[in-house]
């Protein structure tokens, strides 16, 4: 019957309309069925008059769901985000990938051997961030993240945070989840915390999001979720909200992960709010274990660790690709902004590549710091191009709050800017320097045997286009493509001086350089432009005096996980106070302990791995 006919059109039509999400069209539902269960009781004539009949019936309806999404249109392609009460309709939703240890050279439109065409594409569509900054590991970058300050106003500046460590974000300090939840967004995280979790009120739902499914330490098995910090000391390590999720085992993370950010989007609609998702992945951090199907388009890589490396990497596309179809076919896509980006440099060692930038992750040279990133999103203004105006992770807190609509002056001490309109409508960054970190702890080897006045401690700072770099700021070498299956020694034997006639590494304590002319950190102008040099360091003796102190307490034995049934959980009760107020430092008496067990044996087995290390430096 002729009923049938328009039905199955404008079901067809129905399924082809991209504007909204199907839950949209209520009226259009309604009124097929009333269409096919009312209309046979009535007899129509076929011809000219049912067709025109039914032909004005479909223009009707298709009126009204034309104007339903083109009254959602003008609301998503509003530029102005309003202000005042929570609730505007013009929120967009915020999905932010964090992804772990992707290098310079880990990704398809810097490196097209690595095969990552979901990225490229969202990336070629929106905004590639070619000037943007993050910090050298995974605490620094997370907490900066989600505090939007820098590391020295924390107490995290030195190195992570790792699982036995009573350390978290310090409690007086507000974050992006909570100041976007103030602002009527639903916060949610999947994937890795690193930000501690000692007591309860470290865990991430209890420092803004409504929801949590991950891990906490800082690297967990991608099958089997145990996460070591020592020999035998290891445990269980994937959390749902508040309990241990039991049971996940034999799943590979980098897929459950995007399942449960999936499945988030699924149980909610567009509708009812404002969405802040934040998937941070464990991938591509070791253990290197992709699965085996991935490996096969790179079989002809001949260095197996690059080889795994970079199957992990295509993993990170596939999940991507899944979580964009997801904000499409859920209706979220036309009013979301995707933020993608890395927490750090590669580890050369473990397949990663920072190829050409100099160094790796951990350290202060351009490849442990300078991030892959990009933005995507219908709401950019200017979108397909290359963006190289100056940004740093810290930036995407008074960022994200302002898209929301947030009161970012209830944030007191951010360290960040707001850059969207330098993002979207490629406008001039409102940052001009950035601090990379001061570490007080971290010790040059010289500091000991010299008394000149030299910087010894480690630090790195960028003032317009001039980086300066202090004490010791890691292993400063350009690690080239792994190129060679094998090496008769270990990975690091790869780096090498720069030239044969610098100075040695353990003599040298400054280092100037213009990353403009020169990114690769070539050229250093430290003799040149002692100018410079000194206005630097008096910008970093600035940053110094607001400085809180360093928060680096030492192991705690309660957090074995033998303790806890297996797995890394809070140990400390909420009401118990904090041992320890600053910074923990081995005493004297166990540097003696340690000098007086050297023999004679270790210190020969020591000189032959130093010469043997060098000897291989040569000659590679």
């Not at 996940?248 to 909610?268: C, D, N, P, V, W």
């Not at 009812?272 to 591509?284: E, I």
């Not at 219908?378 to 008074?398: M, Q």
């Not at 797995?567 to 004297?588: C, N, R, S």
Request: with cysteine; net charge positive; charged share 20%.
């Amino acid at each position: 019957m002729w009923f049938y006919d328009l039905r199955s059109i404008l079901q067809r039509w129905h399924a082809r309309v991209k504007l909204c999400p199907l839950r949209h069209f209520s009226a259009l539902s309604v009124f097929l069925v009333l269409f096919e269960s009312v209309l046979p009781c009535f007899a129509f004539p076929v011809g000219a008059v049912t067709m025109q009949a039914a032909a004005t019936v479909l223009s009707v309806f298709l009126s009204l769901d034309f104007l339903s999404a083109q009254s959602q249109s003008d609301r998503m392609n509003s530029s102005n985000v309003q202000t005042g009460e929570t609730g505007r309709k013009n929120q967009p939703h915020i999905i932010f990938i964090l992804i772990d240890d992707q290098g310079y050279n880990d990704i398809g439109y810097h490196n097209p051997t690595i095969i990552t065409p979901t990225l490229d594409k969202l990336a070629a569509e929106g905004v590639i961030l070619e000037n943007y900054y993050v910090q050298p590991i995974c605490t620094p970058s997370r907490s900066q993240l989600m505090t939007g300050r820098y590391q020295i106003h924390t107490g995290l500046q030195h190195s992570i945070i790792r699982p036995r460590q009573p350390s978290c974000l310090p409690s007086h300090m507000d974050t992006l989840p909570e100041r976007l939840r103030q602002a009527g967004y639903a916060t949610h995280m999947v994937g890795k915390w690193h930000l501690g979790f000692y007591r309860k009120a470290c865990l991430p739902t209890r420092k803004g999001f409504d929801s949590f499914f991950g891990s906490l330490t800082g690297s967990v098995d991608y099958y089997n979720y145990r996460s070591c910090d020592g020999p035998g000391l290891c445990g269980y390590d994937l959390h749902d909200n508040e309990s241990v999720a039991w049971g996940q085992e034999g799943k590979y993370s980098t897929m459950l992960f995007t399942q449960r950010a999936r499945k988030i989007l699924e149980s909610r609609s567009p509708m009812d709010g404002p969405l802040f998702l934040l998937l941070s992945l464990q991938a591509v951090h070791t253990p290197l274990q992709p699965p085996k199907s991935y490996i096969y388009p790179y079989r002809n890589m001949a260095n197996v660790a690059r080889r795994k490396f970079a199957a992990m990497v295509s993993t990170v596309d596939e999940a991507v690709r899944n979580v964009t179809y997801a904000l499409r076919k859920y209706g979220y896509y036309r009013n979301s902004v995707i933020i993608y980006s890395t927490d750090n440099g590669a580890q050369p060692f473990t397949g990663g590549s920072n190829w050409p930038l100099r160094g790796r992750k951990g350290t202060y040279w351009e490849g442990g710091v300078r991030g892959v990133a990009f933005v995507h999103s219908p709401l950019l203004k200017r979108r397909k191009r290359v963006s190289r105006a100056l940004l740093h992770i810290t930036d995407w807190f008074p960022t994200l709050v302002g898209l929301a609509g947030g009161n970012i002056t209830q944030s007191q001490g951010l360290d960040g800017f707001d850059v969207w309109p330098a993002i979207s409508e490629g406008k001039e960054s409102p940052r001009k320097e950035i601090l990379h970190n001061i570490d007080p702890l971290h010790k040059h080897p010289t500091e000991s045997k010299s008394r000149d006045d030299k910087p010894r401690k480690k630090a790195a700072i960028r003032v317009g286009d001039w980086k300066l770099l202090t004490g010791d700021p890691g292993h400063g070498d350009w690690v080239p493509l792994q190129m060679l299956p094998t090496l008769p020694g270990r990975w690091w034997n790869l780096e090498r001086s720069s030239s044969p006639l610098s100075k040695p590494p353990s003599l040298k304590t400054v280092w100037l350089f213009n990353i403009r002319s020169d990114p690769f950190e070539r050229r250093d102008l430290a003799d040149q432009r002692p100018d410079v040099v000194q206005q630097l360091l008096e910008r970093l003796a600035h940053y110094n005096r607001t400085a809180v102190p360093v928060y680096f307490p030492p192991d705690d034995p309660r957090a074995n996980p033998s303790r806890h049934g297996g797995a890394w959980a809070p140990w400390v009760d909420g009401e118990e106070e904090a041992k320890y107020q600053g910074v923990y430092k081995k005493g004297k008496n166990a540097k003696k302990k340690k000098k007086k067990k050297k023999c004679r044996l270790c210190k020969l087995k020591s000189f032959f791995l130093k010469l043997n290390t060098g000897m291989m430096s040569n000659g590679i």
